[in-house]
């Protein structure tokens, strides 16, 4: 099966579809569950060093057996302790993940950063080693790229954010700085309007399109699918999780569906435009 992918500024490339290990695996073992997400097609795995469980994803992807060249490995910076470097951090996730480098290593929060132009010359320093083949950001709104971006020697590949319906008209500024300087966008909380927000004006259009896709492909497919062919059609990568089996065949299967049309797309683009969710960095909502 070919897995649908991004092209990241530096030429690296991104399987669309990635597992995470944030959320209901936060700083629990992972390694059984992400071993399951590899054996079911995931090629991307995202972790993070604020998630603590590092070292049972590195568990996981050594039990699935898969070699290394064949997945893209995700992790982000976390704060760092006074008299840590960026490059002590990342050396400590390489260890506890046992691997020689990262595809990509993302500064988690701007907020945890008091001072984002040094940590970003950081980063780049450590993308110069070969520690990670990529470096971006997550959770960062058009200001604080502002900020590493004058005088950056690397514009980020990456900002990682919350995105789905709900959040369409909240997240267009950040999505049209990114398009602008050719950072990438990949989205977790992406079935938000399903597993959190259920009974929104969504719905009925996710119905529709599931409806109209199922009639298409002869395949039985859901709303939570429609949800991450909504992201795929808009080019932004998709981090989701599950702790079901099968629903990461579900997920998988997403990478064979055809695309949405234009007016599905624009259609839940309006659905969404009606209500705002957000679940993570709140921060966001105060103007931080
Ligand atoms: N950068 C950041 O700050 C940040 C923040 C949050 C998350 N993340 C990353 O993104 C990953 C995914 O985050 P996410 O959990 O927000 O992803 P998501 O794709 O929005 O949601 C996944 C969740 O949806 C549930 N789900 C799927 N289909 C459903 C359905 N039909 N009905 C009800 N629930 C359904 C799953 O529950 P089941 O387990 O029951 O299947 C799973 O827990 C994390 O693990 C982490 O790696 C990053």
Not at 102 to 123: A, C, G, N, S
Not at 124 to 146: M, R, W, Y
Not at 177 to 182: A, D, F, P, Q
Not at 202 to 211: E, G, I, N, R
Request: charged share 20%; with cysteine; hydrophobic share 40%.
């Amino acid at each position: 099966m070919s897995i649908p992918t991004v092209t990241l500024a530096n030429g690296t490339v991104v399987p669309w579809l990635a597992f995470g290990s944030g959320t209901s695996l936060w700083q629990q073992d992972a390694s059984a569950q992400v071993a399951s997400a590899i054996k079911a097609g995931f090629t991307h795995i995202d972790t993070a060093q604020m998630y603590a469980n590092e070292d049972s994803v590195g568990a996981g992807i050594a039990a699935s057996g898969v070699p290394r060249t064949e997945l893209y490995i995700t992790t982000k910076l976390d704060r760092l302790p006074a008299g840590t470097s960026v490059r002590d951090a990342l050396v400590e996730s390489l260890k506890k993940l046992r691997l020689d480098y990262v595809d990509q290593f993302l500064v988690h929060m701007p907020v945890d950063h008091p001072d984002l132009k040094q940590t970003w010359r950081e980063m780049e320093a450590v993308q110069a080693e070969g520690l990670t083949k990529a470096i971006g950001v997550s959770n960062f709104q058009p200001k604080h790229l502002d900020v590493i971006l004058d005088g950056a020697k690397v514009v980020p590949a990456v900002n990682q954010v919350e995105y789905n319906p709900y959040l369409f008209k909240a997240t267009q500024p950040v999505l049209d700085y990114c398009k602008k300087h050719n950072i990438k966008v990949s989205a977790f909380g992406g079935l938000n309007p399903i597993s959190r927000f259920a009974g929104g004006p969504v719905d009925p259009v996710l119905k529709k399109a599931a409806a109209r896709l199922s009639a298409d492909t002869g395949k039985t497919v859901t709303e939570s699918q429609v949800l991450q062919l909504w992201l795929r059609k808009k080019g932004i990568a998709c981090i989701t999780s599950s702790s079901k089996p099968e629903r990461l065949s579900e997920y998988v299967v997403v990478n064979t569906l055809p695309d949405l049309t234009d007016a599905e797309e624009r259609e839940i683009d309006q659905a969404g435009a009606q209500a705002h969710h957000r679940v993570w960095a709140t921060w966001i909502e105060e103007g931080l």
